[in-house]
């Protein structure tokens, strides 16, 4: 064994430093599958949940709607449920809060449509009654029993649901300076026409004689200074009856 002394050791620890990098572990491939298998599962599970339970508050209230209750249609345990979702409040302001999202959106599309103003209203209005129509069960969950969430996601709702007013108040604004509508306060025709277009839940026949789009129309004509409003057909109208006698 060589004698060390302290300047030998000096040397040879100067002589035998190595830098040392670190990496971290990659994931396999494997790995990586299975974890996007699961992430996707969790995501599917999720759906499942919410659709289970919107069904669930639609036919019984929301208060009369219970976690155990959704886990026994689904055939879980209410340990899975509480896996995806904390609370049961949770679970209704996601309903609620992805439903008005979609609403949004929607409306927001068509009145950013560049063209005719009275016919991008119409096509919004189309599109709002519409989703209704399609939505029946968020749309009654959201009027009667939104006030049951708790305070703070109640804020939240009611926050967006003042954004999809005030997209109808700005556009009626601007048909009201072009004098395209009765002289009456946007303000008061956004409410009118939200509330009657969310109330189609409550009355809407899909057997009847009156379709989305001439029930829209309809509604739009309440307001607007045209030709329309003295009874004669629009052109969306007019290309319907067209299409129909074609």
């Not at 620890?13 to 572990?25: L, N, R």
């Not at 019984?60 to 449920?81: C, H, K, P, W």
């Not at 006030?147 to 007013?165: G, H, N, P, T």
């Not at 001439?214 to 004669?232: K, N, R, V, W």
Request: with cysteine; net charge positive; hydrophobic share 35%.
């Amino acid at each position: 064994m060589r004698n060390l002394n302290k300047h030998s050791l000096k040397r040879l620890s100067q002589k035998d430093e190595v830098p040392i990098t670190f990496q971290m572990p990659r994931p396999s491939k494997k790995n990586t599958r299975q974890s996007t298998a699961s992430s996707r599962d969790g995501s599917a599970r999720r759906e499942e949940i919410l659709e289970t339970a919107t069904d669930l508050f639609y036919e019984r209230g929301y208060e009369n709607g219970s976690l155990r209750d959704i886990a026994r249609v689904m055939g879980f345990t209410q340990a899975a449920i509480y896996y995806h979702f904390p609370s049961k409040d949770e679970i209704f302001f996601c309903i609620l809060d992805r439903f008005t999202e979609v609403v949004f959106q929607a409306i927001k599309d068509q009145l950013d449509t560049p063209g005719d103003p009275t016919e991008v209203l119409r096509k919004a209005l189309r599109q709002h009654v519409s989703l209704s129509r399609d939505y029946m069960k968020e749309v009654k969950l959201l009027i009667e029993d939104r006030r049951l969430l708790s305070d703070a996601r109640l804020q939240i709702v009611r926050a967006k649901e003042r954004k999809i007013f005030d997209l109808y108040r700005r556009h009626f604004e601007k048909l009201r300076a072009a004098n395209l509508i009765l002289p009456i306060s946007p303000t008061i025709i956004s409410f009118s026409l939200i509330s009657t277009a969310n109330s189609v839940y409550q009355w809407y026949d899909r057997s009847g004689s009156l379709s989305i789009e001439e029930i829209s129309d309809q509604l739009a004509q309440l307001y607007l200074c045209t030709g329309d409003s003295a009874g004669q057909p629009s052109k969306s109208q007019t290309a319907q009856r067209r299409a129909k006698a074609d």
